[in-house]
């Protein structure tokens, strides 16, 4: 079955830290697309970085950057420099490339920045 | 700049009504999708369409019904509104296969 793993519900890290939140998958197929997303409190989703089961480096984009590890099946996300308007959700979602525009989304890890 | 719109952003509404959530976008996306938010259940795809008056069953299409007779609009149709549909609902879009999906605000349905 294909399905994202989250495996922390919340998190809590010191502004101008880095903080790295996990996201374990579980597909099959040989060819997917892995996304991250932020939701403010405002309830918006804002698309953040994108990493390609094929892509050789790993995606970086301006303060964050995605740690895949493919063997392992992990695509965890890097917040670099941590911002207090960096609090928010975060979610992990995958679309596997078997025919279908279905993604699966992981169920997000709460992340709070203190001052 | 992307924008997916949807009409409302807070609704509530009896049992048994009839309830439209319209999402429109301006990206000339031909993909839509409607996914359900619940806390700690993630998002769940109810419906999306590949094109005009298309359209496929997500995940959880029970007691939802879709309506896309225009590329720009997709409309989310709670034929008989239930308790159990109070939820955050999201639409949104897409270009192409890998690329990302915008969304909408959201709105959020109570249901008494």
């Known amino acids: 079955a294909q399905k994202i793993t989250q495996t922390q519900p919340g998190m809590f890290v010191q502004e101008k830290e880095a903080v790295t939140l996990d996201c374990t998958y579980d597909?099959?197929?040989?060819?997917?697309?892995l996304f991250w997303y932020k939701q403010p409190s405002s309830g918006e989703m804002i698309f953040l970085i994108y990493?390609?089961?094929?892509?050789?480096q790993n995606a970086t984009e301006g303060r964050y950057s995605l740690n895949f590890q493919k063997a392992r099946k992990s695509a965890n996300l890097v917040i670099s420099a941590s911002q207090l308007g960096d609090s928010a959700m975060y979610f992990c979602?995958?679309?596997?490339?078997?025919?279908?525009?279905?993604?699966?989304f992981g169920t997000g890890t709460r992340l709070k920045v203190l001052a | 700049d992307v924008k997916v719109t949807q009409s409302s952003r807070y609704l509530v509404k009896r049992t048994g009504e009839k309830v439209f959530l319209e999402c429109v976008q301006d990206?000339?996306?031909?993909?839509m999708f409607w996914y359900r938010q619940d806390p700690g259940l993630g998002l769940r795809l109810i419906y999306f369409s590949y094109d005009v008056k298309m359209k496929e069953k997500g995940d959880i299409p029970e007691g939802y019904s879709v309506s896309r007779e225009k590329k720009e609009r997709f409309s989310l149709i709670l034929e008989s509104a239930s308790t159990n549909q109070t939820s955050m609902y999201l639409c949104?879009?897409?270009?192409?296969?890998?690329?990302?999906?915008?969304f909408g605000n959201g709105t959020r349905l109570t249901v008494t």
């Open positions: 990493q390609g089961s094929y892509d050789q």
């Open positions: 990206m000339d996306h031909e993909n």
């Open positions: 979602a995958m679309r596997p490339t078997s025919g279908t525009y279905k993604y699966i």
């Open positions: 597909t099959s197929d040989p060819s997917y697309g």
């Open positions: 949104a879009s897409m270009e192409g296969y890998n690329s990302p999906l915008h």
